[in-house]
């Protein structure tokens, strides 16, 4: 009885599938935490009602976010920076009537230094300034 064998010959190629299944689910990933990247510098706002921010507020060239911390630091494009070099990062978007700026201020920070700063961005020509607040618990 003669045997029969197979050819066999190797296997020169390369099983793509779990490689591009890895790909789309790392994709996946960072698409859902780059939007919240935003909101993981340490400011937590003071909570009140008010209306909620837009949806497309991390993709929007017209808006830009700054935070003050408890210790009075400007975190602006997560940069620790002084107020003085905020407003001068600014200015190229004074004269857009749609350009908005959110101002996220810890809670803990003195209500004067608050005021003090959107003095300084009014004085400098930004009018369109809005606080960022938490939701109130009910």
Same mark, same amino acid.
């Given at each position: 009885? #003669?045997?029969?064998?197979?050819?066999?010959? +190797? *296997?020169?190629?390369?099983?793509?599938?779990?490689?591009?299944?890895?790909? !789309? !689910?790392?994709?996946?990933?960072?698409?859902?935490? &780059?939007?919240?990247?935003?909101?993981?510098?340490?400011? $937590? +706002? +003071? @909570?009140?009602? &008010? $209306?909620?921010?837009?949806?497309? #507020? #991390?993709?929007? =060239?017209?808006?830009?976010?700054? %935070?003050?911390?408890?210790?009075?630091?400007?975190? !602006?494009?997560?940069?620790?920076?002084? =107020?003085?070099?905020?407003?001068?990062?600014?200015?190229?978007?004074?004269? %857009?009537? $749609?350009?908005?700026?959110?101002?996220? #201020?810890?809670?803990?920070?003195? *209500?004067?230094?608050?005021? &003090?700063?959107? &003095?300084?961005?009014?004085?400098?020509?930004?009018?369109?300034?809005?606080?960022?607040?938490?939701? @109130? @618990? =009910?």
């Amino acid at each position: 009885m #003669a045997r029969r064998r197979f050819n066999s010959s +190797p *296997y020169d190629t390369i099983n793509l599938t779990p490689l591009i299944d890895t790909l !789309f !689910f790392l994709l996946i990933i960072f698409m859902i935490t &780059a939007p919240l990247l935003e909101y993981t510098i340490e400011v $937590d +706002p +003071p @909570e009140m009602n &008010a $209306d909620p921010l837009p949806k497309d #507020a #991390a993709d929007n =060239q017209n808006l830009k976010t700054i %935070n003050l911390t408890k210790d009075g630091h400007v975190i !602006f494009d997560e940069n620790t920076i002084t =107020q003085d070099e905020c407003i001068m990062k600014l200015m190229p978007y004074r004269t %857009n009537p $749609d350009f908005k700026i959110f101002l996220r #201020a810890d809670r803990e920070l003195s *209500y004067g230094k608050v005021i &003090a700063f959107l &003095a300084k961005m009014h004085g400098n020509g930004f009018k369109n300034v809005s606080l960022v607040t938490t939701e @109130e @618990e =009910q």
